[in-house]
């Protein structure tokens, strides 16, 4: 964070590369278990420009309970096809 309001170029700048895919209109919906590393790894390193594109509704977070990594558990299959389902349905109706 020092860095780049430095003005420094940080290499693997998860926030730059957040910024570069909404500019691009790339809808964005992160999908987590409870406890995943990867729900941290966006918060420490996409730093507040993740927290404001989370608040201002450009990228979505949704954390699935009670699963592993990679939705291992059938049950969690469904709960993540329903999430990402959702995701496309916002997809068809913000294209029309």
């Known amino acids: 964070a020092l860095a780049r309001r430095a003005g420094l170029e940080v290499g693997d700048d998860l926030a ?3 910024r570069t895919l ?4 790339t809808a964005l919906r992160f999908v987590f278990s409870a ?9 420490f390193h996409g730093g ?3 927290e404001r594109l989370r608040n201002d509704g450009q990228i979505s977070v949704h954390v699935i309970d009670g699963t592993d990594h990679t939705f291992t558990p059938l049950w969690s299959h469904a709960a993540l096809t329903s999430v990402l ?10 294209r029309g």
């Open 35 to 43: 406890g995943d590393p990867g729900l941290d790894l966006l918060t």
């Open 16 to 18: 730059r590369e957040l």
């Open 48 to 50: 507040a420009t993740a």
């Open 22 to 25: 909404i500019g691009r209109r």
């Open 85 to 94: 389902a959702a995701h496309f349905d916002d997809l068809g109706g913000a």
